[in-house]
Structure formats: C-alpha cells, structure tokens
C-alpha cells in the first residue's frame, strides 16, 4: 500500500527531531505569527465594518476611553479600511507561500498528490478560521473595534504612502464631509433609545426626537384639519360676519373661497380684517381687497418638505389639494409643531374635546378622526394603516357602507363600536379589548 506508506513516511519524517533544523523551526514559527497577523486583520477589518456609529458614541458618552481614537477610524473610514485589506492581503500571501515552500520542501519529494492535498486542506482551514473569526467580532464589532484600534492605527501608518496612492487612483477619500459614514436613521434612532434607558434623557425628549425624525416619513394628509372641518368664508360675506366668524373661531387667518370651497382665492388674516373694518370699508370687494396669495400643497407632501418651503415663504398655512385638484384640506405650523411636541392648547382651546377618553367600565371612546398609527400605539394594536388615515375611515372601509350607530367590528382583539354618526360621518367610536374567552368564540 504505497500511498499509506508513503504518508506515514512524511509523518515521521516531520516529527524526527534530527530533521528539525533551525531554517525549519524558523519557518514554523513565521506560519504561527502569520497566522496570528491574518487574525489580527479580519477582527480588526470585521470591527470596522460592522461597526454602527451610534454604539461608539453612546460608548463614548459612557466614558469608554477606547471610544473617541475608535470614531476617529471610523470617520476615517476609506483609510482605516484600506490599510487594513491591505495588511491582510500581504499577511495571507506570505502565509500561502510559506505553507508551499514548507511542503515543497518536506512533502513533494514523497508525495506530488499528498503535496497538493495538504496545500488545500490547508487553506481551507484557514479560509474557515478566517470565516469564523469574522463572524464572532461581527456579533460585537463596536468592543472589538476599540480592542483593535492601536493595532489599525499602526497598520495605517506603516502602509500610509500605499493607502494614499491607492485612494487616490481609486478616487475616494477619508474626508468625513463627504459622507463616507452617515449616521442613519435606525441608528440615530438606536442612540435615542440606548440614552433614554440610561437616563442621558427623558422619555418625553425622546418622543420628541422620534417625532422630528419621523417627519421625513409622515405626509401632509396625515396632520392636516380636513375639509369637512376646515372654516371657510365666502369672499362676498359682510365685514361683519367675517369679522363674527373670526371671533368665534378664534382663528388669526382663515381660507377665503369663491362660489364653491374647491375655490380658494386667498387667506384672510385677523389684522387685516380689523385694518379694514377700522376703514368702514363694508362692501363685498371689502375682503378681496385685503386677501394674502394662499399656498397650495399637495396632501402627499412629506411633513419636514413642508415645514422648509413654509419657513422659507414665510406663511404659516397651507391649503392641502387631493389629486384631483380639490381642497382636501387645511395644514399651518402648529399642526406640525404639534406632530412634534404633541398636543398644543392656547386659551382658544380650552374646550377643545380630546381625541379620547377613558370610560368607567374600562374602554376607551375616541373621535372618529384620530390618526389610525395613533390609535394603534395607544391601543397598542395593528390595524392596517394603508387603508386608512384615520379610525373613522377604517371603519368605513371595513363596513363597505355608511355605519348606523352601534354597529360593530372585530379586528386584533378589539370590539369597535360606532358610538355617533352625523351628517354621515362617523364621530365617536368606542373600542374595548375582547376577553379570551369571547375572542374563541367569536373564532370558534
């Protein structure tokens, strides 16, 4: 059986002590300290990469004193990480032909098959180690980052003219201005919530900051008084009754229309009016006279678009249009500092009902035109928000017609009943959990 002879002869051969010669022994332990080289590179490269930015400054804020030079690497992200490809590159090539010269040089004499059978056995260890090593330092890549920065740092300044040569025929940079390393939204998101918990801030700071960053993702539809609520006047109305609705509304600027609300010439402000009711002007191109050029927006509209291009014009209403070109609605600055800071109520808002309340036999009576993603986290529930923008259009989607009062609806554990309706549109609605046991009835 010459083949297992032939392997047992290399066996023995490699353990003779007398065969251990010095260039040997040399070679064996430059294999150990490449290998050791090459680990060192994936960890500090799978760090780096896997890094979220958010971790490392929450770290920092935690006195991690490792933190600070680690967000410097990955602000210096092109460069750190070019340094370290680069590491790693020369380290597996010397360890690759350090393998092949020791087999050359102890093997291939007995065995061509046995030679390239040990080569690749070989490197497929070590592709696996690598692999591995990989992996774990991505399950905890901000602490293996700090472990590994003095060792990317001295990486990054032996090869320093090689990484400057190669990002520069490559074009990129390690500039941080250029974005290489933006903080996104779920990190950002991330950092919030990891400093609520260790009460860097308070959970009505945190709210806030989700609000702000949830503007980019909230349309104008979503905040914006609909038209069935929107007060309007005619622009042919007297000075006196504009001047009652103004009163009564407690409104500093209103929308004026033309024949018909879809109509929309222009805003009247509270100041002008009363310029104009000092002026004895009381006739009926009295408020036309008076009107400020209304901005139109489409409902679609993203919420902070919005606030920029309000800020920017210097207004602070917009008539919301669907896209049919009607008036849909009606959105100003405090429908949106208030989708930031909550609910906002001046002294005009005294009596303003709230969007629900708590009832004695524990279930909760909302207004029909409470944001469905609100209903949602109050009730901590999952009705579809795609169908609908509010609960009362919920509903009516669900019931396929115009509910009478005390219908009800199932859906995720809750009984919605439809508490008032008027002029056809669906005012209060009440919801309460469904106990277990009615709940495998009604699935029963």
């Known amino acids: 059986m010459p083949p297992r002879s032939n392997s047992i002869r290399v066996c023995c051969a490699f353990l003779n002590r007398e065969e251990m010669n010095p260039l040997l022994i040399g070679l064996l332990v430059s294999l150990v300290i490449l290998v050791i080289l090459d680990f060192l590179a994936i960890a500090a490269r799978s760090g780096l990469q896997h890094a ?5 400054l929450q770290l920092q804020e935690q006195g991690e004193s490792k933190a600070p030079p680690s967000l410097v690497l990955v602000n210096q992200l092109p460069r750190s990480d070019a340094g370290l490809h680069l590491a ?3 380290t597996r090539f010397l360890l690759m032909g350090g393998i092949l010269l020791l087999i050359l040089q102890y093997v291939v004499s007995w ?3 046995l030679a390239l059978g040990i080569f690749f056995l070989v490197g497929l260890v ?3 180690s690598e692999w591995l090593v990989a992996r774990t330092v991505s399950r905890n890549a901000e602490i293996w980052l700090m472990r590994m920065s003095g060792y990317t740092r001295l990486v990054s300044i032996v090869f320093s003219p090689f990484i400057s040569l190669a990002l520069f025929f490559s074009g990129e940079t390690d500039n941080p201005s250029d974005g290489q390393n933006k903080v996104t939204e779920d990190e950002l998101i991330t950092l919030v919530d990891a400093s609520e918990q260790n009460g860097i801030i308070e959970l009505e700071e945190r709210q806030m900051i989700h609000s702000i960053i949830q503007l980019g993702e909230t ?10 609520d929107v007060i309007a006047l005619d622009v042919k109305a007297p000075l006196t009754e504009a001047m009652d609705k103004l009163i009564e509304s407690g409104f500093s600027r209103v929308p004026v229309f033309e024949d018909t609300v879809d109509n929309i010439i222009g805003l009247l402000y509270a100041k002008d009016l009363i310029s104009l009711w000092r002026a004895g002007r009381d006739h009926a191109e009295g408020l036309r006279d008076v009107l400020r050029e209304p901005y139109f927006v489409p409902e679609a509209k993203k919420v902070d678009e919005l606030l920029t291009e309000l800020q920017s014009r210097h207004v602070h209403m917009a ?3 669907d896209e049919y070109g009607g008036v849909a609605g009606v959105v100003t600055l405090e429908d949106i500092i208030e989708e930031i800071f909550g609910e906002i109520q001046d002294e005009y808002d005294e009596n303003e009902e709230q969007l629900y309340q708590v009832q004695e036999d524990g279930s909760y ?3 029909g035109r409470i944001d469905l993603d609100d209903f949602n986290e109050l009730m901590n529930s999952n009705l579809p928000v795609d169908e609908a923008d509010t609960l009362g259009g919920f509903l009516y989607m669900r019931f396929g017609h115009v509910p009478i009062t005390g219908e009800q609806w199932r859906e995720d554990g809750l009984l919605l009943t439809v508490a008032q309706v008027s002029s056809r549109r669906i005012r209060m609605v009440r919801a309460q959990f469904i106990s ?6 009604v699935d029963g």
């Open 111 to 113: 065995s061509l098959w």
């Open 88 to 90: 790693q590159s020369l």
């Open 436 to 441: 277990q046991e009615e709940k495998n009835n």
């Open 365 to 367: 009576l909302f207004r």
């Open 319 to 321: 008539i919301v249009v």
């Open 219 to 228: 349309v104008t539809r979503e905040i914006m008084v609909p038209r069935i």
């Open 52 to 56: 979220v930015l958010a971790r490392l």
């Open 126 to 128: 070590i592709a696996w």
